[in-house]
């Protein structure tokens, strides 16, 4: 089967006036043509998937996904419930939705399906999936938007989603259902009034979709605080969609953006955006943000471990480790050692490497990265010893890595590389990827090698080198 | 026509929060999922407050549920019936109730266009197809699990999200001197509900067994200080302290007062200066919960 990809994304608004009331106000019905214009080119795309990703579904619970296969109801809106009912009958792919649960677990999320009768699904879903999908041709999945998540989560949340996608060989198409700004009149108004809120909040939302227009997703994901400071008002989810959508997207920069329609919905600002992954534009970001694989956040909130600042902390991979492994120490310095700030810093009291005569012997080498202690291809097992998905192959290529930055720290480089006791913590499952990347490194500089499996490591990881290597010439 | 009509009358008003987790651990034939219990504490606060106004007389229950949230006003359930299944959308493996509920749509209308007449943003609600919040449900099952009295259902206004605490105060103080006048005016002996937790800050983990009272307790000690205070003022009758604090408590504590339910109540009451009955305090999963009856029926020297 060929690798599942994104074939576009969509951002829609939520309120039911399109469905509704489209005829009542021109901007409305320009909305309305905007997602027949998207549903046409869903179409158009083959996609076998919708995702949506549903700001007015709020969860607390983790995330939660709709796996009933056929939810039926009739939707009446908790504010506009004068313009009508919506009836809805949608095709759900539960099997993806259960796919999708497990690889939020997979990454340390809380997550659970939900496939209850009579389970209301949100304004935001019904009104995409009536107007993307009115046939119900394409099976779709439902998400809410955790309350209490932050960019970590959201950006997990994106990962796991694409996991799934990848692995089950699907066409997918991602939407966000939401609102630019969000305020809304406070009183009732005539619909040929219609109009954004304020110049302030027209301005904002004019400028996200300049950038979403050129493509910029990642752009508005990095804004999405000041955004939500901005033109949102606290309403119970903040604006984290973007951060959801550009992790769909591999917080690419560089997508092709249209934006289809903008109007008022009450008020609020109302947009149709395509996001097709063709690459356009220069795709330069201001800064990277922390690229998270692994949710390791707060899960001890029921044995009440922690006082409440620990509990609302963000916490990403890059955390340091002692709250998931031993203290970090300094190395020690003597006269022989060699010490690099550009290696991760010992669990104990030894330093990186020590010269002796014509040789330089180092301390065993994990993959954990300087600085921010996170492990590429993630951790092992979470702070509760829960065991997690991990690469082997990434963590490897990060020993290496690690190597080759203390021997540069001495003077020489990984070809000086003589002789290495690897030792890995899953012999069965991990040989093979451990192998491979060996091969492609320093397989290739030829260092005798010897591998051996054992119980564990002080940190969790998977893999450790231990390596003797000619010390560079003295000056 | 207040002339002709003996004066209406408020019996009692209740603070009598909502967590689906109450009526999941009580196992009514109208729940489907079952419980081995759970939250006693509070569902025995629930069981005082039953007894408490088992001998009052009253005609119609007036309940404000923040989890009917409007963003465009207050609005008020505006048919005489509403059937259905309420299914929470954040606890629905716990609350799936079936419910068959009737409104005193002349007294909704009464507040309602009183509120209107003072300036407030009001709509009745008409639409029959509008499912009941869990909210609205959840307190209305507790209170009177006979469901024998009609009742009178009040949206949650997110003024204070839009504004903040202080505005969304004003309007919920407007809101209840216009509610207590309706209820005088309609000569009907009334209950007065808020239904919301006190501190509201959650755990975003759910132990395997959700009725497993072991891992039940607030999530902090600052929320633990928060709730106590409140319920000081309100075993002390010092209302007028609640309103003034009403600002810092709903935002440091993260309650849920800021659906305006208890400000609306107090206010509905004319700030009683008389004391509460605490009939229980618990927490559900992390917040701070306070069952409390105002009696009013028997203050009623100088409150006219
Ligand atoms: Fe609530």
Request: hydrophobic share 40%.
């Given at each position: 089967m060929s690798d599942g990809e994104l074939v576009g994304s969509y951002i829609v608004p939520v309120h039911p006036h399109t469905v509704l009331a489209a005829d009542q106000n021109e901007g409305w019905g320009r909305l309305r043509d905007a997602f027949e214009e998207a549903a046409q080119r869903i179409k158009d795309s083959d996609a076998d998937l919708l995702i949506i990703y549903s700001t007015t579904w709020p969860s607390i619970i983790g995330h939660q996904i709709i796996a009933d296969p056929n939810p039926e109801w009739v939707m009446v809106d908790n504010d506009f419930h004068d313009l009508g009912s919506i009836p809805y009958s949608f095709n759900i792919d539960e099997n993806f939705a259960h796919a999708w649960n497990q690889a939020n677990e997979n990454r340390g999320l809380k997550s659970r399906t939900v496939a209850y009768h009579g389970f209301p699904i949100d304004v935001g879903s019904v009104v995409a999936l009536k107007l993307l999908n009115p046939d119900n041709a394409i099976p779709a999945v439902i998400v809410s938007s955790n309350v209490y998540a932050n960019r970590a989560e959201t950006t997990v949340l994106a990962k796991a989603c694409m996991d799934v996608v990848k692995a089950t060989g699907r066409k997918a198409v991602a939407v966000t259902a939401m609102s630019l700004s969000n305020r809304m009149f406070t009183k009732p108004i005539d619909p040929k009034d219609d109009k954004i809120h304020s110049l302030k909040d027209d301005e904002w939302n004019r400028k996200i979709l300049e950038f979403l227009g050129e493509g910029r997703l990642e752009d508005v994901g990095q804004l999405s605080r000041t955004i939500h400071r901005q033109i949102r008002v606290n309403k119970v989810v903040a604006f984290k969609p973007m951060w959801w959508l550009s992790g769909m997207n591999q917080n690419r920069n560089n997508l092709t953006g249209e934006v289809l329609a903008y109007e008022a919905i009450h008020g609020a600002g109302g947009a149709v955006v395509h996001l097709d992954p063709a690459a356009s534009g220069a795709g330069d970001k201001e800064y990277d943000e922390d690229d998270v694989e692994y949710f390791l956040g707060e899960r001890n909130v029921l044995d009440a471990q922690g006082d409440e600042t620990e509990m609302v902390s963000e916490t990403v991979s890059a955390k340091p480790s002692n709250s998931n492994g031993p203290a970090l120490w300094e190395p020690t310095e003597s006269k022989d050692s060699v010490n690099s700030a550009a290696a991760p810093k010992p669990v104990g009291a030894y330093p990186h490497a020590r010269r002796v005569g014509d040789l330089l012997y180092l301390s065993g080498v994990g993959p954990r990265q300087p600085g921010t202690?996170?492990?590429?291809?993630?951790?092992?097992?979470?702070?509760?010893?829960?065991?997690?998905?991990?690469?082997?192959?990434?963590?490897?290529?990060?020993?290496?890595?690690?190597?080759?930055?203390?021997?540069?720290?001495?003077?020489?480089?990984?070809?000086?590389?003589?002789?290495?006791?690897s030792f890995l913590v899953d012999m069965d499952r991990d040989f093979k990827g451990y192998n491979e990347v060996w091969a492609d490194t320093l397989g290739k500089v030829g260092p005798t090698r010897t591998t051996l499996a054992i119980r564990a490591l002080p940190t969790p990881i998977a893999v450790e080198m231990k390596v003797i290597a000619k010390a560079p010439a003295l000056e | 026509m207040g002339l002709f009509m003996s004066k209406g009358e408020i019996v009692a008003g209740c603070l009598a929060p909502h967590p689906p987790h109450l009526v999941y651990a009580e196992n009514p034939e109208q729940n489907e999922p079952t419980a081995e219990g759970g939250w006693e504490q509070l569902r025995w606060g629930y069981e005082r407050l039953r007894e408490s106004l088992a001998d009052v007389e009253y005609d119609a229950i007036v309940l404000l549920s923040p989890h009917w949230q409007t963003y465009i006003g207050t609005h008020f359930l505006g048919l005489p019936k509403f059937k259905s299944l309420s299914v929470d959308p954040v606890f629905p493996n716990l609350f799936r109730y079936h419910y068959d509920l009737d409104i005193d749509v002349d007294l909704a209308r009464q507040i309602h266009d009183k509120a209107a007449d003072a300036g407030l943003a009001v709509k009745m609600m008409e639409n029959p197809d509008f499912r009941v919040d869990y909210g609205t449900i959840t307190t209305g099952h507790m209170f009177n699990p006979q469901w024998d009295k009609p009742l009178v259902v009040l949206s949650s206004n997110r003024s204070r999200d839009y504004y903040s605490v202080e505005v969304m105060q004003e309007m919920m103080m407007e809101l209840g001197r216009v509610t207590r006048e309706a209820i005088l005016d309609s000569?009907?002996?009334?209950?007065?509900?808020?239904?919301?937790?006190?501190?509201?800050?959650?755990?975003?983990?759910?132990?395997?067994?959700?009725?497993?009272?072991?891992?039940?307790?607030?999530?902090?000690?600052?929320?633990?200080?928060?709730?106590?205070?409140?319920?000081?003022?309100?075993?002390?009758?010092?209302?007028?302290?609640?309103?003034?604090?009403?600002?810092?408590?709903?935002?440091?504590?993260?309650?849920?007062?800021?659906?305006?339910?208890?400000?609306?109540?107090?206010?509905?009451?004319?700030?009683?200066?008389?004391?509460?009955?605490?009939?229980?305090?618990?927490?559900?999963?992390?917040?701070?919960?306070?069952?409390?009856e105002w009696p009013e029926r028997n203050h009623k020297e100088g409150r006219e």
């Amino acid at each position: 089967m060929s690798d599942g990809e994104l074939v576009g994304s969509y951002i829609v608004p939520v309120h039911p006036h399109t469905v509704l009331a489209a005829d009542q106000n021109e901007g409305w019905g320009r909305l309305r043509d905007a997602f027949e214009e998207a549903a046409q080119r869903i179409k158009d795309s083959d996609a076998d998937l919708l995702i949506i990703y549903s700001t007015t579904w709020p969860s607390i619970i983790g995330h939660q996904i709709i796996a009933d296969p056929n939810p039926e109801w009739v939707m009446v809106d908790n504010d506009f419930h004068d313009l009508g009912s919506i009836p809805y009958s949608f095709n759900i792919d539960e099997n993806f939705a259960h796919a999708w649960n497990q690889a939020n677990e997979n990454r340390g999320l809380k997550s659970r399906t939900v496939a209850y009768h009579g389970f209301p699904i949100d304004v935001g879903s019904v009104v995409a999936l009536k107007l993307l999908n009115p046939d119900n041709a394409i099976p779709a999945v439902i998400v809410s938007s955790n309350v209490y998540a932050n960019r970590a989560e959201t950006t997990v949340l994106a990962k796991a989603c694409m996991d799934v996608v990848k692995a089950t060989g699907r066409k997918a198409v991602a939407v966000t259902a939401m609102s630019l700004s969000n305020r809304m009149f406070t009183k009732p108004i005539d619909p040929k009034d219609d109009k954004i809120h304020s110049l302030k909040d027209d301005e904002w939302n004019r400028k996200i979709l300049e950038f979403l227009g050129e493509g910029r997703l990642e752009d508005v994901g990095q804004l999405s605080r000041t955004i939500h400071r901005q033109i949102r008002v606290n309403k119970v989810v903040a604006f984290k969609p973007m951060w959801w959508l550009s992790g769909m997207n591999q917080n690419r920069n560089n997508l092709t953006g249209e934006v289809l329609a903008y109007e008022a919905i009450h008020g609020a600002g109302g947009a149709v955006v395509h996001l097709d992954p063709a690459a356009s534009g220069a795709g330069d970001k201001e800064y990277d943000e922390d690229d998270v694989e692994y949710f390791l956040g707060e899960r001890n909130v029921l044995d009440a471990q922690g006082d409440e600042t620990e509990m609302v902390s963000e916490t990403v991979s890059a955390k340091p480790s002692n709250s998931n492994g031993p203290a970090l120490w300094e190395p020690t310095e003597s006269k022989d050692s060699v010490n690099s700030a550009a290696a991760p810093k010992p669990v104990g009291a030894y330093p990186h490497a020590r010269r002796v005569g014509d040789l330089l012997y180092l301390s065993g080498v994990g993959p954990r990265q300087p600085g921010t202690n996170s492990i590429p291809g993630g951790p092992i097992h979470d702070a509760d010893g829960k065991s997690l998905e991990y690469d082997i192959k990434a963590q490897t290529h990060a020993v290496v890595q690690n190597i080759t930055r203390i021997l540069e720290e001495a003077g020489g480089s990984i070809d000086d590389v003589l002789d290495v006791t690897s030792f890995l913590v899953d012999m069965d499952r991990d040989f093979k990827g451990y192998n491979e990347v060996w091969a492609d490194t320093l397989g290739k500089v030829g260092p005798t090698r010897t591998t051996l499996a054992i119980r564990a490591l002080p940190t969790p990881i998977a893999v450790e080198m231990k390596v003797i290597a000619k010390a560079p010439a003295l000056e | 026509m207040g002339l002709f009509m003996s004066k209406g009358e408020i019996v009692a008003g209740c603070l009598a929060p909502h967590p689906p987790h109450l009526v999941y651990a009580e196992n009514p034939e109208q729940n489907e999922p079952t419980a081995e219990g759970g939250w006693e504490q509070l569902r025995w606060g629930y069981e005082r407050l039953r007894e408490s106004l088992a001998d009052v007389e009253y005609d119609a229950i007036v309940l404000l549920s923040p989890h009917w949230q409007t963003y465009i006003g207050t609005h008020f359930l505006g048919l005489p019936k509403f059937k259905s299944l309420s299914v929470d959308p954040v606890f629905p493996n716990l609350f799936r109730y079936h419910y068959d509920l009737d409104i005193d749509v002349d007294l909704a209308r009464q507040i309602h266009d009183k509120a209107a007449d003072a300036g407030l943003a009001v709509k009745m609600m008409e639409n029959p197809d509008f499912r009941v919040d869990y909210g609205t449900i959840t307190t209305g099952h507790m209170f009177n699990p006979q469901w024998d009295k009609p009742l009178v259902v009040l949206s949650s206004n997110r003024s204070r999200d839009y504004y903040s605490v202080e505005v969304m105060q004003e309007m919920m103080m407007e809101l209840g001197r216009v509610t207590r006048e309706a209820i005088l005016d309609s000569g009907k002996k009334v209950v007065v509900i808020a239904s919301n937790s006190l501190s509201h800050r959650h755990f975003t983990t759910e132990s395997a067994i959700p009725e497993d009272m072991s891992k039940e307790h607030i999530t902090s000690h600052a929320m633990h200080l928060w709730d106590m205070r409140m319920i000081e003022y309100f075993r002390t009758g010092q209302s007028q302290r609640i309103l003034d604090e009403m600002p810092e408590f709903t935002e440091q504590a993260i309650a849920e007062s800021d659906g305006g339910g208890l400000s609306w109540l107090l206010s509905t009451l004319d700030i009683p200066n008389y004391p509460g009955i605490l009939h229980g305090y618990g927490t559900i999963i992390g917040t701070g919960n306070a069952i409390v009856e105002w009696p009013e029926r028997n203050h009623k020297e100088g409150r006219e």
